[in-house]
Antibody
Framework: EVQLVESGGGLVKPGGSLRLSCAAS????????MNWVRQAPGKGLEWVSS????????YYADSVKGRFTISRDNAKNSLYLQMNSLRAEDTAVYYC?????????????WGQGTMVTVSS | SYELTQPPSVSVSPGQTASITCSGD??????AYWYQQKPGQSPVLLIY???KRPSGIPERFSGSNSGNTATLTISGTQAMDEADYYC?????????FGGGTKLTVL
C-alpha cells in the first residue's frame, strides 16, 4: 500500500524549533519530488516547501523562507522539515505530499498530517 | 505573487450539477488541479492536468480550464460530495492553492 506517515509534531514555544518527519512506503521514494503543505485550524491549504527526487531543487514559500529547511534521505525513504524560529502563525497541521509527475504536477498521495502548535 | 480565487461557498441540491470556479491571471495557460477535503481528513486529488481523473475518482467529477478560469463540475451531486474543494496551480516553481470552496448539498 502506498503510504505517507508524518511524525514529530507537538507543542513548542515561540522561537523554538521542531523537526517533522515523513516516512514513505509502497513506492519508489527516490523517484518522486516531495512537498510539505500546511493547514492552519479552520483555514485553507498552504504550500510550504518542495524538494526534487535527488534534492537538487528546493523551494520554499516566502512565509517560511530562511526559517524552515526541507531535506530527504532516499536510503531511509524519509522526508524531513526542520522548523526554526517558530511563530504562532506556524500553528497548523503539516502534511507531506507526493508529486505524481516527472515535472511539477499534482499531489497524488498525502499523509494523515501532524499537528504543530506554537504557543507560550 | 500569484493568486487563485474561489467562491467561499456553493450550494447544490442532491442530483443536480455543482460548479466550482477558480480564477487566476492566465490560469488557462497552465494546468489546474483540484482536491477534495472532508472534515478531519487529508486532501484527496480529484482532477489533475485540468481534466484528468486519478484512478478511483468517480466520473461525475470533471474539470476544465480556459482563459482565466478553471472549473470543477460535479454531475449528479451526492450527499457524500459535501466537502471543501481546493484548486491548485504552479507559479514558476512554487505552488499556489485557492482559498477553498465549501460545497453544501441540501
Amino acid at each position: 500500500e502506498v503510504q505517507l506517515v508524518e511524525s514529530g509534531g507537538g507543542l513548542v514555544k515561540p522561537g523554538g524549533s521542531l523537526r517533522l518527519s515523513c516516512a514513505a512506503s509502497g513506492f519508489t521514494f527516490s523517484s518522486y519530488s516531495m512537498n510539505w503543505v500546511r493547514q492552519a485550524p479552520g483555514k485553507g491549504l498552504e504550500w510550504v516547501s518542495s524538494i526534487s527526487s535527488s534534492s537538487n531543487s528546493i523551494y520554499y514559500a516566502d512565509s517560511v523562507k530562511g526559517r524552515f529547511t526541507i531535506s530527504r534521505d532516499n536510503a531511509k525513504n524519509s522526508l524531513y522539515l526542520q522548523m526554526n524560529s517558530l511563530r504562532a502563525e506556524d500553528t497548523a497541521v503539516y502534511y507531506c505530499a507526493r508529486d505524481r509527475g516527472v515535472t511539477p504536477d499534482a499531489f497524488d498521495i498525502w499523509g494523515q498530517g501532524t499537528m504543530v502548535t506554537v504557543s507560550s | 505573487s500569484y493568486e487563485l480565487t474561489q467562491p467561499p461557498s456553493v450550494s447544490v441540491s442532491p442530483g443536480q450539477t455543482a460548479s466550482i470556479t477558480c480564477s487566476g491571471d492566465k490560469l488557462g495557460d497552465d494546468y489546474a488541479y483540484w482536491y477534495q477535503q472532508k472534515p478531519g481528513q487529508s486532501p484527496v486529488l480529484l482532477i489533475y492536468q485540468d481534466a484528468k481523473r486519478p484512478s478511483g475518482i468517480p466520473e461525475r467529477f470533471s474539470g476544465s480550464n480556459s482563459g482565466n478560469t478553471a472549473t470543477l463540475t460535479i454531475s449528479g451531486t451526492q450527499a457524500m460530495d459535501e466537502a471543501d474543494y481546493y484548486c491548485q496551480a504552479w507559479d514558476s516553481s512554487t505552488v499556489v492553492f485557492g482559498g477553498g470552496t465549501k460545497l453544501t448539498v441540501l
